[in-house]
């Protein structure tokens, strides 16, 4: 029996593999052509390829349920063509005995993908994004639109983020409980300096009643919840961040009255991802041993391609449709699952 674990389990992982490093390669392909209309300056085609290659690690852990669900099929669906699953049964193997034995490349390279999402993506993405954002003549994307925070009464707008933190244009309005404008101020710099910041060429206006007054500074401290590690994480996609910077962010977002469903969905999204997976593996071999039994491969991987984008097609509405009508995003990623999971397993008792 171990030789044939064995056996099944190599087969499914080099399928998935394979499938894998296709899909990421056309992955890789578009995100080429959609790079080449922002070649300018620095950012050469060469460049182009540098910022792809970079996000590598970011693809490979997207793609990782859609490339297993082919996957699965592909490897199961060569065994049933050889009638190799038939035998297996004759010889009184059990169905569970070989799904348990498919889930097995399948949980390594769900850890693998874990360990890509939390410790490479993060950094990679970030490089990729912060040189390619300076090779086009920005410090930052955030550059085009500005930042926007709030901390109690005080919303702030930070017009540049340099990736080395340092704050180019940074206006401050701070209100009173009744919500009326009290300060005003602007200043051209801001640097983090241990536990505050220090804003350099400035100016502050005051609202009284009746009258206002307005002064220069050299320059000022101004304490903050806002740390550069935070700006990090606001001018990353909500996608490239680690789980645990996701949660807390996600946290200080509502602490500070402000939207953290975005956050809060990529959470989730992450989180939930080995379930994801695991429960795409479950169609995919339901299918084989239900209603695919038969089939050529070309059809079975039609039928995975149709299922994997009925999955995928359901929780991208479901994740905005969380964001719009208030509902928690950990139903809008885990119902999907759900569904499957009890699809699987349904196709599953009725093929043994």
């Known amino acids: 029996m171990r030789t044939l674990a064995r056996y099944i389990s190599v087969t499914v992982l080099m399928a998935i593999l394979g499938v894998l490093m296709v899909v ?27 910022y792809v290659a970079t996000t590598l690690p970011g693809r490979v852990y997207q793609n990782l349920p859609f490339s297993a669900l082919i996957g699965c099929l592909v490897g199961l669906g060569l065994l049933a063509s050889n009638s190799e699953l038939v035998v297996m049964r004759a010889a009184g ?41 300076m090779l086009l003549g920005k410090q ?44 005003a101020s602007f200043s051209a710099t801001a640097r983090y300096q241990g536990t505050r910041w220090l804003e350099e060429e400035g100016a502050l206006t005051r609202f009284a ?25 606001v001018s990353m996609e909500p996608a490239s961040l680690p789980i645990s910077d996701l949660y807390s962010y996600a946290r200080y977002l509502e602490r500070q009255g402000q939207a953290a469903g975005r956050h ?6 992450k989180t939930l991802q080995p379930l994801t997976t695991l429960s ?8 084989i041993f ?41 139903w809008a990623v885990l119902v999907p699952i759900v569904i499957s999971v009890v699809a699987g397993l349904l196709l599953l008792r009725r093929a043994g």
């Open 209 to 233: 009643e009746g009258a206002t007054s307005t002064e220069t500074f050299a320059s000022r401290e101004w304490v903050s919840t806002l740390t550069p590690g935070l700006l990090r994480l």
């Open 290 to 330: 239900g209603p695919l039994r038969e089939s050529t491969t070309g059809f079975r991987i039609f039928a995975g391609v149709v299922t994997g984008i009925v999955f995928s097609t359901s929780q991208d509405l479901l994740g905005p449709a969380s964001l719009v009508y208030g509902f928690s995003a950990f």
């Open 280 to 287: 795409l593996v479950m169609i995919a071999v339901s299918f």
């Open 93 to 133: 193997i059990s169905l569970l005995q070989i799904v348990a034995v498919v889930l097995r490349p399948v949980l390594l390279l769900i850890v693998v993908a874990g360990v890509l999402g939390e410790y490479a993506v993060p950094y990679t993405d970030q490089y990729a994004e912060g040189r390619r954002a």
């Open 140 to 183: 930052d994307r955030l550059a085009t639109s500005g930042l926007w925070n709030r901390e109690d009464n005080e919303f702030i707008h930070v017009g540049v983020v340099f990736p080395n933190g340092e704050l180019v244009g940074v206006t401050r309005y701070q209100f009173d409980p009744a919500g009326e404008l009290r300060e």
């Open 264 to 269: 809060w969905l990529a959470f989730w999204n």
């Open 24 to 50: 990421v390669a056309l992955d890789v392909m578009a995100a080429i052509i959609d790079e080449v209309g922002d070649i300018r300056g620095d950012y050469t085609f060469a460049e182009v390829l540098v």
